[in-house]
């Protein structure tokens, strides 16, 4: 592999030193072939010594980073990547293959690609932008094709680190690889499909970017709506980039929102003061850098059908929340009833079982309807089989980095899907905003509002 420069802009934030550095550090640990040079970049005017001790520390969090001396030298500049001259001042000197990373706010991202079209930019560039991509279905198509000036699209990663995850990657052997599962996974023994991630975090001081996008555009829109792809999709013949993208954007293009209701379809709500492990947490709206006037949700829910003969007809909820009394991040695949069950055997299941693969921890679980158990023994019972993580886990990031670092964007996000993602949550927005759907309000440290559809499973 050639030396490869990673540019990271925004190298001063936090997602830059909670996830980006400590993914290099399990990456530079699990590739010891990998050739490269850091390079930070940041608003913040930081010495290189400075960098270099936040390099050290992130790699530290990690279990068995020893990796740092490996780019022991890198460096950091201050710049505002806003601006052609500065952008140019960090990327003329590359020699080598160049990654930048986009740590920046979506429209900070955006300006700074606006300022690339300005510069020459090294054969082979990869680009990598986070999640949100754009912010309407508008401004991700004006995105995309800004950034198709810039390198072609197999060089364009739109990261979501969810498609990195290890539940997500190991779906695909579950799903298609076992006789028991792949014949079942459809509307005719599906009854309902779930995807959660409720969190105890609140909004632990991201209010400037947190209360523009809410719980629909952090998690649901972008997140969420992937799982559901790889939930959703067609199996594809080959794992190859464009056989998987294009099973996934189709699944996404089949995607409304239930009987086309944004208003019947979709749920919001607010956290208010509350406790969460003993902490005290303030109301959302009297968190610092939080506009009230704005009616930020921080718990959202969406109901979705898929439209293909395999899941017209099955509700698919999405839900995702901050300041919840529970951590439960899952994947929930609710079999329907069987159709008959021959009298003797007591106790009526109210489903015909249920799959459960967790989104951190990654775990997964099989629930069954069983008899022979203490209550006697043609009594149904529900017993679970459960398949817990390995020691060996990849961190997302770490999967989603080692791919940019490869050239494979078969885990990125496709510019059409996320384009496709905002046209289905967009008229959800725009019934929030005329007010047919009322901000909901739940104590932080609760289970949040009790008749949700997404609070019933
Ligand atoms: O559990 P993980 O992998 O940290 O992912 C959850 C996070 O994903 C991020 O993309 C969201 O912006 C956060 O709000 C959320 O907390």
Request: glycine residues 8%.
């Amino acid at each position: 592999m050639t030396r490869t420069t990673l540019l990271i802009l925004g190298a001063s934030g936090d997602l830059t030193s909670r996830l980006l550095l400590p993914a290099l550090a399990q990456l530079l640990e699990r590739q010891p072939e990998l050739e490269l040079d850091l390079v930070g970049a940041g608003t913040d005017d930081w010495s290189t010594e400075r960098w270099r001790a936040v390099v050290r520390d992130a790699f530290e969090t990690m279990r068995r980073g020893s990796g740092a001396h490996r780019i022991a030298d890198t460096t950091y500049a201050r710049a505002d990547v806003t601006r052609a001259d500065d952008l140019r001042r960090l990327i003329e000197p590359v020699d080598g293959a160049l990654v930048v990373y986009f740590a920046l706010p979506p429209a900070v991202a955006e300006e700074a690609c606006e300022a690339m079209r300005d510069i020459e930019l090294p054969e082979e560039t990869v680009l990598a932008l986070e999640k949100p991509f754009g912010g309407d279905e508008d401004s991700a198509r004006r995105l995309n094709a800004l950034l198709q000036t810039l390198v072609p699209e197999e060089r364009i990663f739109r990261v979501d680190h969810f498609l990195g995850r290890a539940t997500l990657l190991k779906l695909l052997g579950v799903r298609f690889a076992n006789r028991a599962i792949e014949p079942v996974w459809s509307a005719e023994h599906v009854a309902s499909v779930l995807v959660r991630f409720d969190e105890t975090l609140g909004l632990e001081n991201r209010a400037r970017y947190y209360d523009h996008a809410g719980a629909m555009d952090d998690m649901l829109q972008s997140h969420l709506l992937q799982v559901l792809a790889v939930l959703a999709m067609e199996p594809p013949a080959t794992l190859d980039e464009r056989d998987l993208r294009d099973a996934k954007a189709q699944a996404l293009r089949a995607t409304r929102l239930w009987r086309d209701d944004p208003a019947t379809s979709s749920r919001r709500a607010r956290y208010t003061a509350g406790r969460i492990d003993g902490r005290e947490l303030p109301a959302y709206v009297d968190e610092p850098g939080v506009d009230a006037v704005r009616e930020t949700e921080t718990l959202a829910e969406i109901v979705c059908e898929v439209r293909t003969a395999r899941w017209a007809g099955v509700p698919f909820t999405l839900r995702s929340g901050k300041a919840l009394g529970e951590s439960r991040a899952e994947i929930v695949v609710t079999f329907a009833p069987v159709r008959h069950l021959p009298s003797g055997l007591s106790g009526t299941p109210r489903d015909g079982g249920i799959l459960r693969f967790g989104l951190g921890p990654e775990t997964m679980s099989l629930e069954l309807n069983v008899n022979g158990g203490e209550d006697g023994l043609f009594a149904l019972e529900r017993e679970t089989l459960r398949i817990e993580p390995g020691d060996e886990e990849l961190y997302a990031y770490t999967e989603v980095l080692g791919e940019i670092l490869e050239r494979d964007v078969t885990i990125s996000v496709r510019a059409d899907s996320a384009e496709r993602c905002w046209r289905i949550v967009e008229p959800v927005r725009r019934a929030w905003e005329r007010g047919e759907v009322p901000l909901e309000e739940y104590r932080a440290g609760s289970a949040g509002p009790q008749d949700w559809a997404s609070s019933q499973v």
